[in-house]
């Protein structure tokens, strides 16, 4: 919820992830400092998360600017409170950053992109992190749990178009992907172009998948610079 509105100028998180693998020098505050420089931006935030019974996340803010102090965030609740979580933690970093507040109607491509319970938002999560590492049998199983938790959720279901996609499967990433993008009409539309490309892809349509990622990185870049 903090990229709402246009007071923040946000990174994709893949870029910054790309970055941060090019640098190759992991998640030190030197290594994270250049990435921010890199990136023309004036910090770079990390997060980290830690479940038990209760939900710990914790915020690393490391400014590009190396006479400026690394700052961290950290607060913790129940899972059901997930949701709350994120938007007192987006709410300490504005405070910290004197960033303004979105909006009603800034605010509301965001909370769209939410599922209906804290558990399916955990469960996406996870699906990503498996995506990232290349286990896609358990991210599509933690995508699965997600919509049996939120049939609707779009985002996950647009996560297992990508799993389909990296094994191959283009028809099922197809038929994942026209779902995801039925349920897409309320997200933002950095996230609808995604989705549309992955089904342009997955159609075999290469044209129109070049031309619809081009407009995604368009508006990352306007969203962004």
């Given at each position: 919820?903090?990229?709402?509105?246009?007071r923040?100028l946000?990174?994709?998180?893949?870029?910054?992830?790309?970055?941060?693998?090019?640098?190759?020098?992991?998640?030190?505050?030197?290594?994270?400092r250049?990435v921010?420089?890199?990136?023309?931006?004036?910090?770079?935030?990390?997060?980290?998360?830690?479940?038990?019974?209760?939900?710990?996340?914790?915020?690393?803010?490391v400014?590009?600017?190396?006479?400026?102090?690394?700052?961290?965030l950290?607060?913790?609740g129940?899972?059901?409170?997930?949701?709350?979580?994120?938007?007192?933690?987006?709410?300490?970093?504005?405070?910290?950053?004197?960033?303004?507040?979105?909006?009603?109607?800034?605010a509301?491509?965001?909370?769209?992109?939410?599922?209906?319970?804290?558990?399916?938002?955990?469960?996406?999560g996870?699906?990503?992190?498996?995506?990232?590492?290349?286990?896609?049998?358990?991210?599509?199983l933690?995508?699965?749990?997600a919509?049996?938790?939120?049939?609707?959720?779009?985002?996950?279901?647009?996560?297992?178009?990508?799993?389909?996609?990296?094994?191959?499967?283009?028809?099922?990433?197809?038929?994942?992907?026209?779902?995801?993008?039925?349920?897409?009409?309320?997200?933002?539309?950095?996230?609808?172009?995604?989705?549309?490309?992955?089904?342009?892809?997955?159609?075999?349509?290469?044209?129109?998948?070049?031309?619809?990622?081009e407009?995604?990185?368009?508006?990352?870049?306007?969203?962004?610079?």
């Open positions: 919820s903090l990229a709402a509105g246009d923040a946000v990174r994709s998180s893949e870029q910054v992830r790309r970055f941060i693998s090019l640098e190759g020098s992991g998640r030190s505050d030197a290594s994270l250049r921010a420089r890199a990136l023309d931006g004036d910090v770079v935030v990390i997060g980290e998360l830690a479940r038990a019974d209760d939900v710990q996340v914790t915020l690393r803010i400014p590009a600017d190396e006479r400026q102090a690394v700052r961290t950290r607060r913790s129940r899972r059901d409170d997930l949701f709350a979580l994120a938007d007192g933690l987006a709410e300490d970093l504005r405070r910290l950053t004197g960033i303004s507040s979105p909006t009603a109607e800034e509301a491509p965001v909370t769209a992109m939410r599922p209906r319970t804290a558990a399916a938002q955990l469960l996406y996870e699906g990503l992190v498996h995506l990232a590492r290349g286990d896609y049998r358990a991210s599509r933690a995508f699965e749990r919509l049996a938790l939120d049939g609707r959720y779009a985002l996950a279901r647009f996560g297992l178009a990508q799993v389909y996609l990296h094994q191959g499967r283009k028809p099922a990433a197809a038929k994942a992907a026209k779902e995801a993008l039925s349920l897409a009409a309320r997200l933002p539309r950095v996230q609808q172009l995604a989705i549309e490309a992955l089904l342009a892809d997955a159609e075999g349509d290469t044209q129109k998948a070049r031309s619809v990622y407009a995604w990185h368009q508006d990352v870049q306007s969203d962004t610079a």
